[in-house]
């Protein structure tokens, strides 16, 4: 299993001002995957984060408005930039470990984010 | 059409019931099933994890997957009130680094 550390838990934000959303895991890992959780949707991934290449973005997503950055293969931050109401929502960063001989996804807390 | 269907619930038991929660999908690619639960302001924890048809059991949960009807369930026998979470079903194609697929999850709420 994998251990993730999220912040911040929760904020809230101005319209059009940006926040950057930190995740910390406790072991190596290849990939680490960014999800939005909106109020009666399903978690959607926004990209996937890959050390020392650029991050994959879902259909959807941009790099404008969600930069991610992944230093070293324990820590990445998503931004969520030129914020809008429509942007609050549950942010998730998440990465692949084993478990019972399956590989499966774990999360971190997440950040809840309100944009006024 | 989503490609996975999940009640939002809310779903409300006393302690002690059987709950069922189910999913449908459309995708019949889906080999890999998943039951996520999520407390408030947490994120989602793995419950259980079946691959193609059958059931599988741990503990007081029970996953079933039905892929002649595109059909999971996930059975909860004596409900505790520390069961009260978001139960998210989750699947995808294959395993490994696959995309994985979520329902909107069903809220249940175990009354004491």
């Known amino acids: 299993s994998a251990v993730i550390s999220q912040k911040p838990s929760r904020d809230i934000c101005q319209r059009g001002t940006s926040l950057t959303i930190q995740c910390q895991v406790d072991s190596q890992v290849t990939m680490m995957f960014w999800y939005r959780q909106q109020p009666g949707q399903s978690l959607t991934l926004i990209a996937t984060?890959?050390?020392?290449?650029?991050?994959?973005?879902e259909s959807g997503f941009v790099i404008d408005k969600f930069p991610i950055s992944r230093p070293n293969l324990t820590f990445s931050t998503l931004t969520v930039s030129n914020m809008s109401p429509e942007d609050s929502s549950i942010y998730l960063c998440?990465?692949?470990?084993?478990?019972?001989?399956?590989?499966?996804?774990?999360f971190g807390s997440g950040t809840q984010l309100s944009v006024l | 059409q989503k490609e996975v269907e999940q009640d939002p619930g809310p779903l409300s038991v006393p302690e002690g019931a059987i709950v069922s929660l189910n999913c449908t999908y459309s995708?019949?690619?889906?080999?890999?099933f998943m039951w996520y639960r999520q407390y408030s302001r947490k994120g989602p924890e793995l419950l259980m994890y079946?691959?193609?048809?059958g059931n599988k059991e741990d503990g007081r949960f029970t996953a079933q997957v039905d892929k002649s009807s595109k059909y999971i369930s996930l059975f909860i026998r004596d409900s505790q009130p520390s069961d009260s979470a978001t139960y998210l079903c989750?699947?995808?194609?294959?395993?490994?680094?696959?995309?994985?697929?979520f329902g909107t999850g069903t809220k249940l709420q175990v009354i004491p």
């Open positions: 998440s990465v692949r470990g084993q478990t019972q001989g399956n590989e499966k996804l774990f």
């Open positions: 079946t691959y193609s048809s």
């Open positions: 989750a699947m995808s194609e294959g395993g490994g680094y696959q995309k994985v697929t």
């Open positions: 984060a890959n050390q020392g290449s650029e991050a994959t973005y």
């Open positions: 995708n019949s690619a889906f080999q890999y």
